[in-house]
């Protein structure tokens, strides 16, 4: 399936599927189908579906791991799925294209950074990447796009100024990077951390950057950026409310463990990837993590969403969500 099938199937999936999804969920409403991206995301919602509370309430839970945003949009489109982790564009994405959901919470708050060659100078700002070729992942998605935006406000242009190679997932950029074919990159964590530990044991040191405290010095504001969270389907949300606020309670302690307990989050984390507990250790350090309820989150979220929107309106769907895409 295309990009462009996916899209069509995101937008018409509320007409084509609604009876029967919510006749097929009301069957079984007592298993819960989740899905995340590797990373902290993936630890936070594994933990929270271990949850005592949870496990007492929704007996029969499963957790599978989607590989890029297209695969989760069309597993959320075809209801496969009836809560995930995710980016919090693609949200705002689907629900503006038609797919019935509902944002519950953002709890991750900065994940972006970039590695520079160690050769290649000094990378303390955005305006030290003048002349270099730089690496990102995903074109048009958030990685991209937050870079773009700090470009931007930095007074530099691409092509003019830096050169940029584009990515279908941060493992190529990675692999680029590390064969020094690349002079800086663009990762979210844990790869960032990875690709860090993995050049050291080449024998370099890599700079890093950064671009929360990026966004907070060239935009104004905090240093915090409402990067994912979690999103359910409408019909869980109506048909089962208390399901949703058990798992939105289980989240909330989830948080808090991964931030008290970063090695034992870590073994977590390194229990269910390849990723090795040493990377899941420096992702934790690296970042801000905080349970904040979608509702409480909305205003954050309009200035970020708004900020990307000039470089690509498409980025969630068109239009900022309306009030209706933020559970209370």
């Known amino acids: ?129 003048a002349g270099r070729y730089v690496g990102v992942p995903w074109r048009g998605d958030m990685p991209d796009l937050v870079f773009r935006y700090l470009l931007g406000k930095a007074g530099l242009e691409v092509g003019r100024d830096v050169k940029v190679s584009y990515q279908s997932s941060p493992f190529e950029t990675v692999q680029m990077y590390v064969a020094q074919r690349l002079d800086a990159a663009v990762l979210p964590e844990p790869m960032r951390t990875a690709t860090r530990l993995q050049s050291m044991q080449f024998g370099q040191s890599p700079q890093e950057l950064d671009l929360q405290q990026e966004w907070a010095r060239l935009a104004g504001g905090e240093p915090l950026l409402p990067q994912a969270g979690v999103l359910c389907r409408r019909e869980l949300l109506e048909q089962a409310p208390e399901q949703v606020a058990a798992l939105q309670a289980a989240i909330g302690r989830a948080v808090d463990w991964v931030v008290r307990q970063p090695e034992d989050a870590a073994r977590l984390g390194a229990d269910r990837s390849p990723l090795s507990r040493q990377v899941y250790e420096g992702a934790i350090a690296r970042t801000v993590l905080k349970m904040v309820n979608a509702q409480e989150a909305r205003p954050a979220l309009e200035d970020f969403f708004s900020a990307l929107s000039e470089l690509s309106s498409g980025f969630i769907g068109g239009k900022l969500p309306d009030a209706d895409f933020y559970h209370v």
């Open 1 to 129: 399936m295309n990009r462009r099938e996916l899209l069509k199937l995101a937008a018409c999936s509320a007409l084509m599927s609604a009876v029967p999804l919510q006749r097929a969920f009301a069957a079984k409403p007592g298993k819960l189908i989740a899905a995340t991206p590797l990373g902290l995301p993936q630890v936070i919602l594994a933990r929270a579906l271990e949850d005592p509370e949870l496990k007492n309430l929704i007996p029969e839970r499963e957790l599978r791991d989607w590989k890029d945003p297209d695969q989760l949009r069309a597993w959320l489109a075809r209801a496969e799925v009836m809560v995930t982790a995710t980016p919090t564009n693609v949200a705002a994405n689907l629900y503006n294209r038609g797919v019935p959901v509902v944002l519950m919470n953002v709890n991750v708050w900065g994940t972006l950074g970039m590695l520079g060659l160690e050769q290649k100078g000094p990378l303390a700002k955005m305006e030290d990447l």
